[in-house]
């Protein structure tokens, strides 16, 4: 059931971009031949209007086909014949109705669960954050000499950054107060894990937030609110004595006991064998709360606004080699990463708020990449029409034919690349 959603929700983020188009051109009094559901084969169409809606063999993907897009045509009602500001409307409603869609679907995700905030809640012990002069209550605006605006942004620049000692500005009672910190970084290690998480905001430590289905926890009967308090008889009384004592028996069975509703109960557990990539901590977490419709609107916006201005510094990674192509996903990545959350959940509703959140992550993504002016995308296209303004004379059609069709294979390279690489991935190879 759950992976039915999840290719429902990846298809709902392609046809909402192609929906974009379509209204827009309906709107613009642009004749739209076709508008598909899906690629391949068709099984069924039926025609209103000029408009034939058809459903194809292969669930994946969308497409409206307008006339005189791709060809020159002499018709009032044809694409090519529309003024430039039409024409780049149409185009730029595609990526449009991404963002609009993703803020709509977050805001219902911040609504009913809440949301993290910038202000630190709790900070470590002999922490960065405490010897940086950090305090709980402080709203965390910049970080390295950029803008913060989600928890998310954090994480990016202290990934890219490499864990470096910075500038960290924070507001603190009304006051902009800069300080210094410097970051612990965690070095790559192998690791052993049971595949569950830990509630962070929890006044006891190492309760149990959720469970990996079908993983080690879930195997040994470790369920959401039981308090891991020791492993083969030793106390655990923190994240770090957990981690250590799983480190030390390695993937060896361990007897795990855990406190479930005033009750000690011994599980039997075997860990699982991970590699951890290098990680970079700070010492402190965010605050979480829940706010009103407004409310979860306004961080719903942010969140849409701070996911697209991600997509420039990407590609400036990717440029200087902050970023690899390597650590680019495709679709069969994303559905893997879906299903991997989704499996972390206990119930429906958790399930169904998992996919929302990651299909406005992606759907951002989808609109946000889209309007690079990289050929075949749709900012290309939108940089072809700012060109016609600009010199009041269309670019041939046939030559605006190879730039796309160039970038399309380009595109198709890069997509068989990714692809091959998250299948890799998905049985445990990499490259």
Same mark, same amino acid.
């Given at each position: 059931m759950?992976?039915?959603m999840i290719?429902?929700a990846?298809?709902?983020?392609?046809?909402?971009?192609?929906?974009?188009h379509?209204?827009?051109?309906k709107?613009?009094?642009?004749?739209v031949?076709?508008?598909?559901l899906f690629?391949?084969?068709?099984?069924?169409?039926?025609?209103k209007?000029e408009?034939?809606?058809?459903?194809?063999?292969?669930?994946?993907l969308?497409?409206?086909?307008?006339?005189g897009?791709?060809?020159e045509?002499?018709?009032?009602?044809a694409f090519?014949?529309?003024?430039?500001?039409?024409?780049?409307?149409?185009?730029?409603?595609?990526?449009?109705?991404?963002i %609009?869609?993703?803020?709509?679907?977050i805001?219902?995700?911040?609504?009913?669960?809440g949301?993290?905030?910038?202000?630190?809640?709790?900070?470590?012990?002999?922490?960065?954050?405490?010897r940086a002069?950090?305090?709980?209550g402080?709203?965390?605006?910049?970080y390295?000499?950029?803008?913060?605006?989600?928890?998310?942004?954090?994480?990016?620049f202290?990934?890219?950054?490499?864990?470096?000692?910075?500038?960290?500005k924070?507001? *603190?009672n009304?006051e902009?107060?800069?300080?210094?910190?410097e970051?612990?970084?965690?070095?790559?290690t192998?690791?052993?894990? %049971?595949?569950f998480?830990?509630?962070?905001e929890?006044?006891?430590?190492?309760?149990v937030?959720?469970?990996?289905?079908?993983?080690a926890?879930?195997?040994?009967?470790?369920?959401?609110g039981d308090?891991i308090?020791k492993?083969?008889?030793?106390?655990v009384?923190?994240?770090?004595?957990?981690?250590?004592?799983?480190?030390?028996?390695?993937?060896s069975s361990?007897?795990?006991t855990?406190?479930?509703?005033?009750?000690?109960?011994?599980?039997?557990?075997?860990?699982?064998?991970?590699?951890d990539?290098?990680?970079?901590n700070?010492?402190?977490a965010?605050?979480?709360?829940k706010?009103?419709?407004?409310?979860? %609107?306004?961080?719903?916006?942010v969140?849409?606004?701070?996911n697209?201005?991600?997509?420039?510094?990407t590609?400036?990674?990717?440029?200087?080699?902050?970023a690899?192509?390597?650590?680019?996903?495709?679709p069969?990545g994303i559905?893997?990463?879906?299903?991997d959350?989704v499996?972390?959940?206990?119930?429906?509703?958790?399930?169904?708020?998992?996919?929302?959140?990651m299909?406005?992550?992606?759907?951002v993504?989808?609109g946000a990449?889209?309007l690079?002016?990289?050929?075949?995308?749709?900012?290309?296209?939108?940089?072809i029409?700012?060109?016609e303004?600009? *010199?009041?004379?269309?670019?041939?059609?046939?030559?605006?034919?190879?730039?796309?069709?160039?970038?399309f294979? %380009?595109?198709?390279?890069?997509?068989i690349?990714i692809?091959?690489?998250?299948?890799a991935?998905?049985?445990?190879f990499?490259?």
């Amino acid at each position: 059931m759950n992976i039915i959603m999840i290719l429902l929700a990846f298809n709902f983020i392609l046809i909402i971009h192609e929906l974009g188009h379509f209204v827009v051109a309906k709107l613009s009094k642009i004749k739209v031949e076709e508008f598909s559901l899906f690629v391949g084969p068709k099984l069924f169409s039926f025609t209103k209007g000029e408009t034939t809606y058809s459903l194809r063999l292969f669930p994946i993907l969308a497409y409206v086909k307008m006339e005189g897009e791709d060809e020159e045509s002499e018709s009032e009602n044809a694409f090519n014949k529309k003024p430039v500001w039409v024409r780049a409307a149409v185009i730029a409603a595609g990526p449009l109705a991404n963002i %609009l869609s993703a803020i709509i679907l977050i805001t219902i995700c911040f609504y009913i669960s809440g949301f993290q905030t910038m202000t630190i809640s709790k900070i470590g012990e002999d922490s960065p954050a405490l010897r940086a002069g950090l305090q709980v209550g402080d709203e965390i605006i910049e970080y390295d000499n950029k803008r913060v605006y989600q928890p998310l942004d954090l994480q990016q620049f202290l990934y890219i950054s490499k864990g470096k000692p910075t500038n960290i500005k924070v507001k *603190r009672n009304n006051e902009v107060v800069e300080l210094y910190i410097e970051p612990q970084v965690i070095p790559s290690t192998k690791r052993y894990m %049971l595949e569950f998480t830990l509630n962070t905001e929890s006044s006891k430590v190492n309760v149990v937030e959720s469970v990996s289905k079908g993983g080690a926890a879930d195997k040994a009967g470790i369920q959401k609110g039981d308090r891991i308090v020791k492993i083969n008889g030793e106390d655990v009384n923190d994240y770090n004595s957990l981690r250590a004592a799983l480190q030390q028996y390695g993937n060896s069975s361990v007897v795990v006991t855990v406190e479930r509703n005033g009750e000690m109960l011994d599980l039997e557990a075997t860990p699982v064998e991970a590699v951890d990539m290098e990680q970079y901590n700070v010492g402190f977490a965010f605050g979480y709360t829940k706010g009103s419709v407004l409310a979860s %609107l306004k961080q719903g916006t942010v969140f849409a606004y701070s996911n697209v201005r991600l997509v420039p510094y990407t590609l400036g990674w990717l440029f200087t080699g902050k970023a690899s192509i390597a650590e680019m996903v495709g679709p069969v990545g994303i559905v893997s990463s879906m299903n991997d959350a989704v499996n972390t959940t206990t119930s429906t509703i958790d399930a169904i708020l998992t996919i929302l959140y990651m299909t406005a992550y992606i759907s951002v993504a989808v609109g946000a990449t889209n309007l690079v002016p990289f050929p075949a995308l749709d900012g290309s296209k939108l940089v072809i029409l700012a060109i016609e303004a600009i *010199r009041r004379k269309p670019i041939p059609i046939e030559k605006e034919a190879i730039i796309t069709t160039v970038g399309f294979f %380009l595109l198709i390279g890069l997509s068989i690349f990714i692809t091959i690489k998250d299948i890799a991935n998905l049985f445990g190879f990499s490259f």
